[in-house]
């Protein structure tokens, strides 16, 4: 048993004395990795370490690769969840409270102190970064901050004077997703189950009832030619409304989101749909009656739906059932023309569906398919007045505004996927937000430039570039600011403090200012921006800027050296929830802020952790905190678990079940570790050869995995992959009764433990001190390949390896117990025409008959009419072969296969079988053939006879 935790212990301590991952400029190539910190009102559970682990891994390889890696930490206090909890805590919340104490085990008395939002976030922030050293994550701690630091308060307020005089700050009304119970807006961050509020504007139209207006919503303005009637739901109690100086009918839920869109709304009567069924509305020169319909929602738009039965499936199936019970001689009008459809789409696809009523679910993918094919290959038809003639796709805008024009119709803003609830448990509405600060994310120039710095960028993996793409077109101006929370003012308006997710764009810079603050010799007291203008852009005069700055003269050019030696970020890590948000942010403001050479490089995503495969939730009771678990089961193992499930954007799935088949394995190595010493035998033998090839071949493929952080792969490669050819290496020296490979055995587990390093960082240490090295692993260097590849020492290997394969699968076959076994190799001609048929295959020519005829006219393999078969058989097995070893048979000359067989597999067989073993070649004629076997010997393929 390993004794995880202490060793784990010994090495952190060690790495801390030594300093290990402070991080200075020198003379190498830098390499500067950043992970999205955390939001510190919870511990962190295994979910969380994903990302960081990613990251750490990461930093490590590229560390022992050479580069100069910074990979440091700060913690995000900004926002309002923490305040909320904090106000939580003091109405004396039991659930909450509950959760503090039962889940996270947080003292009674410190809970006391959580009234206070930054007690929270401190408490967690110590909590996580214990965490986080525990993990062994190779963090420079000195760079350390929180988003509420005075100095970084003077950074954010540069950026956003920045912003401003860019252009990108704006102030006006907008929509934005709210919480009435917090009077704030929200984003992702605030929601239960992080959902990003994003919202559709319906268009009213106002049907007039004598002097009372009926609003309709609908996204389609241009079906208003096609109306027959309005569908009312008899059930819901209606509400008769003053808005602003009109009369409206609208569901309860309907008048309640008006209050938030600028409107002044006072409730005057209940009116019951009943009573307005079978009324008559008017709007521009047309009349319609109100009908029933069980389909209208009164949590949908105003809870009165127009009817268009000619386009809408639900309007059409409604319409269905009212006539069946009713005598009503209204018929759809159709008014778009669209390819593929008929007279009446709606009508068409009902009955294509087979669908019979109104409830049918399946009209909603009815009404999907009218709708998106209506939209693009639409034409409104003669009866729509002026407008015939226009494409839908164009015709919708020119009639909305038309409508607008006319004052027949309003706007109401509804959010996407509701009901979506903020953290505080208050259902979200969109609001019409006055003298809001936001963000321009709608400027076509910024969209552009942001575009340019994705197309540069590396994304891992690269599947996902496609969703940042769409992410940029479809960003609207962004809300900035909030009027609560923990954070920074905005500089021109202290009213508002600039919001999450717009004070963490560009903190990866304030990392390299972070470690004078915390040494002291930065502070905030005189701070303006020509300190940040020089710093990040080299702007101004050294001498002045430091005494206007309060910095001395040398600590300010070292802060401007350090920046312009670790900027731009090389490596941005995150979860993919923050595609559509963070990360896109992260490169809009960069691209707006600093000049093109300190543009991100790359992003790297990754999908979420299950456990036992499925999702982790407080409610599903199956969080496991992170310290927690690395106390069970190590720091190490916990790394691996997450990493083996999956490749970078799968979801992980961690389980019991392979954190103990990981420990297990992990075993096995460092139990190897004390039993081999370094030190090459005087004469490298044919396996040896082979063995070191296969190391390299290992490096090869492992390195390459690395570098597309296919980490999965990769850790399959150095514990698992190698291992059968490690076997067949230890048996074959076993059969030779060696005793001078130990040091071959450590050169192969030193390349592995270097390998794992990055991985098990802990555990590496203590393998690598356990093989009798005396510095560091993570300071060594990445293994390479020692090209000690020898290429007939691979072929003869293969050919052992490949002719056992084949003795066992007769025997299985034929169930004999064998007497005696024999060989034949094949004659020389055939070892020169299968050179050149391996050649031919390489070249891409596969054809037989033209390689058939290019033999023959060779004086040297023209024996090949003999035999044609054989040109068949090989070009199969070549084709089986990995590409590289078709090259090695094409290139290379060929090896004698008796001598290899003769003395190198005899005793294998003698091992493996229990009985003798004779070779000869095929046309020996003294050779043993009782059932005339060796004429079917082909090169690398001895043929075989058994007795
Ligand atoms: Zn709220």
Redesign the pocket.
């Known amino acids: 048993m390993i004794p995880w935790n202490d060793i784990e212990t010994k090495w952190r301590a060690k790495w801390s004395q030594s300093k290990e991952f402070e991080i200075e400029p020198d003379s190498r190539t830098k390499k500067f990795i950043t992970v999205a910190y955390p939001y510190p009102n919870s511990p962190q559970h295994i979910g969380h370490g994903r990302t960081y682990t990613l990251a750490d891994v990461h930093a490590r390889f590229l560390r022992m690769n050479g580069y100069n890696t910074l990979f440091p930490m700060g913690f995000h206090y900004t926002g309002t969840p923490i305040l909320?909890m904090a106000k939580r805590v003091q109405e004396g919340d039991k659930e909450l409270i509950e959760n503090f104490e039962k889940l996270y085990h947080v003292p009674p008395d410190t809970i006391k102190e959580f009234v206070e939002p930054v007690k929270i976030a401190d408490y967690f922030h110590e909590e996580i970064k214990q965490g986080m050293i525990e993990m062994g994550y190779s963090i420079d701690w000195r760079r350390e901050f929180t988003t509420i630091d005075p100095v970084y308060k003077k950074f954010i307020e540069w950026q956003f004077r920045k912003l401003k005089s860019l252009n990108f700050v704006v102030q006006g009304s907008h929509p934005v997703g709210w919480?009435p119970?917090?009077q704030n807006p929200?984003s992702q961050h605030?929601t239960l189950g992080d959902v990003e509020p994003d919202f559709t504007e319906y268009i009213l139209v106002k049907f007039h009832l004598d002097d009372v207006i009926i609003p309709t919503a609908t996204l389609r303005p241009e079906t208003i030619f096609g109306v027959t009637n309005l569908w009312i739901n008899p059930n819901i109690k209606y509400k008769k409304i003053k808005v602003d100086n009109e009369t409206w009918i609208v569901s309860p839920e309907c008048a309640y989101k008006l209050e938030f869109l600028n409107k002044s709304i006072t409730v005057i009567s209940e009116v019951s749909g009943s009573e307005l069924v079978g009324k008559t509305v008017s709007i521009l020169d047309k009349k319609v009656p109100m009908f029933p319909a069980s389909f209208v929602e009164s949590q949908t738009g105003t809870g009165i739906v127009m009817s268009v039965p000619a386009h809408a499936p639900f309007d059409y199936q409604a319409l269905v059932d009212y006539q069946k019970q009713n005598s009503s001689t209204i018929q759809p009008i159709p008014i778009i023309k669209t390819e593929g459809f008929g007279e009446i789409p709606a009508k068409e696809i009902v009955e294509k569906m087979g669908i019979t009523n109104q409830d049918d679910p399946r009209l909603d993918e009815a009404t999907n398919e009218v709708y998106s094919k209506e939209f693009y290959s639409g034409v409104l038809r003669e009866n729509t007045g002026k407008f015939a003639g226009l494409k839908v796709s164009e015709a919708k805008d020119t009639i909305k505004a038309w409508l607008a024009e006319s004052k027949n119709s309003d706007i109401l803003l509804e959010l996407n996927d509701g009901p979506i609830r903020?953290?505080?448990g208050?259902e979200c509405v969109v609001k019409l937000l006055n003298n809001q600060w936001f963000l321009n994310y709608l400027d076509q120039a910024w969209k552009d430039k942001t575009n340019q710095c994705f197309e540069k960028m590396s994304i891992l993996p690269n599947e996902i570039r496609t969703e940042f793409n769409y992410v940029v077109g479809w960003l609207r101006q962004r809300a900035c600011a909030r009027q609560h929370g923990l954070g920074t003012n905005l500089p021109w308006d202290q009213n508002w403090i600039v919001e999450s997710l717009s004070d963490s764009v560009i903190y990866m810079a304030y990392y390299i200012l972070a470690k004078y603050v915390n040494s002291r010799e930065l502070k905030a007291d005189s701070l303006s921006d020509e300190f940040f203008e020089f710093v990040f852009y080299g702007n101004g005069d050294a001498k002045q800027t430091a005494a206007k700055c309060g910095v001395q003269e040398n600590v300010l050019q070292k802060i401007r050296t350090d920046f312009a030696y670790f900027y731009p970020v090389d490596a941005r890590h995150s979860g993919r929830d923050l595609v559509p948000n963070h990360l896109t942010f992260f490169v809009l403001n960069h691209v707006a802020i600093f000049p093109e050479a300190l543009w991100p490089k790359q992003i790297v995503v990754n999908g979420s952790v299950l456990m036992d495969g499925k999702k982790m939730s407080k409610s599903m009771g199956n969080i496991i905190p992170l310290r927690k678990a690395i106390q069970d089961y190590g720091a190490d193992p916990i790394r691996l678990a997450i990493i083996i499930s999956a490749e970078l954007l799968q979801d992980a799935d961690f389980n019991l079940e392979s954190v103990n088949t990981i420990k297990g394995k992990l075993e096995a190595i460092y139990e190897d570790c004390v039993r081999h010493k370094p030190g090459m035998p005087a004469k490298l033998q044919s396996e040896d050869n082979w063995i070191l090839g296969r190391l390299d071949h290992l490096i090869i493929q492992t390195t390459g995995a690395v570098e597309k952080m296919r980490l999965r792969e990769a850790l399959h490669h150095i514990l698992f992959s190698f291992e059968s050819d490690l076997q067949w290496y230890l048996k074959r020296v076993e059969v030779k009764r060696r005793t001078d490979v130990s040091g071959i055995l450590h050169k192969i587990l030193a390349v592995r433990v270097a390998m794992l390093s990055p991985f098990a960082p802990h555990l590496a240490e203590e393998m690598w001190e356990r093989l009798g090295n005396s510095g560091v692993v993570s300071r060594s260097a990445w293994p390479v390949p020692s090209n000690s590849t020898d290429s007939s020492s691979i072929q003869s290997e293969e050919l052992l390896q490949s002719t056992i394969e084949d003795i066992k699968n007769v025997l299985k076959v034929t169930k004999i117990t064998p007497q005696k076994i024999v060989l034949y190799t094949a004659d020389p001609w055939k070892v020169k025409a299968f050179g050149k048929i391996a050649a031919s295959v390489v070249a891409g020519q596969t054809n037989i008959g033209a390689i058939i005829k290019d033999l023959i006219a060779n004086p040297e393999t023209e024996n090949i009419k003999k035999d044609p078969d054989f040109v068949k058989k090989s070009v199969n097995s070549i084709l089986a072969e990995p590409e590289e070893m078709r090259k090695i048979r094409a290139e290379l000359e060929p090896i004698n296969e008796t001598a290899v067989l003769s003395s190198e597999l005899s005793a294998l067989v003698k091992k493996e079988f229990g009985v003798d073993m004779q070779v000869f070649t095929e046309s020996d004629t003294a050779k043993y053939d009782p059932k005339n076997k060796a004429r079917m010997a082909r090169p690398f393929k001895p043929a075989l006879y058994i007795e």
């Open positions: 909320g919480c119970k917090d929200v605030d903020c953290r505080c208050a």
